[in-house]
């Protein structure tokens, strides 16, 4: 069985803000696996990403099975998933992590293939709160149309 590489995105570029558009999503060819809204004034430090970890990896074992136990993560390099802790856990659930170079945009997934789908999808409309967001992506996600199935 091959590996399937996850990616993951973040709205933001700064680590240390509060949640208002810090938002994950963990995708891979076959479209969205796993997606979290930060509550408000949230803060994203090392203990908070393990968490979203653990609840990616239950996901990828609930609607990935034919690929459950043999699958890799993708991070950028942002403190809170470089810390100790989060390698440490990784290794402890067998989670292989494919080295993200630094400095090195142009290796932004999300930025070739996520974005530009979900951009033109939602562009022009305007979203009053979180939970609406939340439930056009859902949408979105459940009729294929936010990320085709690439061949």
């Given at each position: 069985?091959a590996?399937e590489k ?16 810090h ?11 796993h997606?979290?809204?930060?509550p408000?004034?949230?803060m994203?430090n090392?203990?908070?990403?393990k968490?979203v970890?653990e ?7 609930g609607?990935?099975?034919?690929i ?17 802790s989060i390698r440490?856990f ?11 170079p ?6 932004a ?21 979180r ?6 992506t859902?949408e979105l ?5 936010l ?5």
């Amino acid at each position: 069985m091959a590996n399937e590489k996850f990616s993951s995105s973040k709205e933001s570029t700064r680590e240390q803000i509060q949640g208002e558009n810090h938002d994950y999503c963990f995708f891979d060819s076959r479209g969205i696996v796993h997606k979290e809204f930060l509550p408000p004034g949230q803060m994203v430090n090392h203990a908070f990403y393990k968490d979203v970890l653990e609840r990616l990896r239950k996901r990828v074992q609930g609607v990935r099975t034919d690929i459950a136990d043999n699958w890799v993560l993708q991070n950028d390099n942002a403190p809170a998933r470089t810390a100790l802790s989060i390698r440490a856990f990784m290794a402890n659930k067998n989670i292989p992590l494919l080295p993200h170079p630094p400095d090195s945009p142009d290796l932004a997934p999300c930025d070739f293939y996520l974005f530009p789908n979900l951009k033109s999808k939602l562009k022009g409309h305007h979203f009053g709160t979180r939970e609406d967001k939340k439930v056009v992506t859902d949408e979105l996600n459940t009729h294929g149309k936010l990320l085709p199935v690439l061949l």
